[in-house]
């Protein structure tokens, strides 16, 4: 709010009540098969880091640039990264509650539900949803500049959470990766969605 306006911090809020929302949905049917999120679902802190850390870096570089060209494309990367974040919390809590058929996204092996790296059908379609949703709500208050900018920043969120699938299922909890937490991959899974708008706006804008 301090540093990018009320009308950013709004976003951010919006994303918190939209992803507590979803990890709601079928929740106690989630916690007996294991998969629910800890804490009944409630954030902390290194959930805020791992989702909001690109955003903020966007924020920061945003108002400290003299390059005018910049702050419009930074603003839309940071709406595209939070908006990742939102789109993994749809395809994951979606998936768990109503996915019939999971595959592992490396090799399309089935694997069970809450599976790191698992996919669905009911999940990549809420994927697709979540990643509308903070795009079409930052064109309303001026962080995306046109409606070509809300189609960029969606495809943005929405391939990268595939991304963040594909390093769940290859590098988290593997040997020697044991550094790449849930929070970190979230951390990463936010800069793709925020470097494809980037390199998005490059192409279509």
Partial sequence: ?????WKAWTLCVLYLGLGSMVTKIQFEKKETLGIAEGRGGRRGSEN??????TGLFCC?????TSNPTLPPLLSLAYVSSIATKLSDTFASEIGKA??????L????????????GAISLEGTMAALVGAAMLPWYGW?????????????????????TFAESWIGAEIQGRKGWEWMTNEVVNFWN?????GL?????????
């Fill in 98 to 103: 109503y996915g019939k058929t999971t595959f």
């Fill in 197 to 205: 708008s980037i390199l998005g706006s490059k192409l279509f804008l």
């Fill in 1 to 5: 709010m301090s540093i990018f306006g």
């Fill in 105 to 116: 996204i490396t090799t399309f092996q089935k694997v069970p539900a809450g599976t790191e």
């Fill in 190 to 194: 936010t800069v793709i969605g925020a």
């Fill in 140 to 160: 309303y208050i001026g962080l995306v500049p046109t409606i070509r900018g809300v189609g960029v920043a969606t495809m943005s969120a929405f391939l990268a």
């Fill in 48 to 53: 805020v880091w791992g989702s909001a850390l």
């Fill in 60 to 64: 920061i570089y945003a108002t400290i």
